[in-house]
């Protein structure tokens, strides 16, 4: 099993930043890509980025050029660095781990809001 804790969500105006945290715990070595998804009101939940423990990233179109995903050095913790952020980037950001046995886990997400 595989637990996992978001933080640094908030409230940040129209072309501001924001990073999250997501630290992982129990079965880590189980783990084979770490990632972001979010859920804006009212629409499903959507794919933000993703990393390999090869550091190969991925990431929706809408937010390339602008937010980073990376992990810590112990391959525990991801992280999203969100630069020049939109209104439409609200939304509840979950953080994502799939294990090799392509088990999927899920934080239980951290509020991001972008006022205009």
């Known amino acids: 099993q595989v637990q996992l804790a978001e933080s640094g969500g908030g409230l940040v105006q129209a072309g501001g930043s924001l990073s999250l945290s997501c630290a992982a715990s129990?079965?880590?070595?189980?783990?084979?890509?770490m990632g972001w998804y979010r859920q804006a009101p009212g629409k499903p939940r959507e794919f933000v980025a993703t990393?390999?423990?090869?550091?190969?990233?991925n990431y929706v179109d809408s937010v390339k050029g602008r937010f980073t995903i990376s992990r810590g050095n112990a391959k525990n913790t991801v992280y999203l660095q969100m630069n020049s952020l939109q209104p439409e980037d609200t939304g509840v950001y979950y953080c994502?781990?799939?294990?090799?046995?392509?088990?999927?886990?899920w934080g239980e997400g951290t509020l991001v809001t972008v006022s205009s």
């Open positions: 990393i390999t423990n090869g550091g190969t990233t």
């Open positions: 129990g079965s880590i070595v189980s783990i084979k890509t």
């Open positions: 994502h781990a799939r294990s090799f046995s392509w088990v999927d886990y």
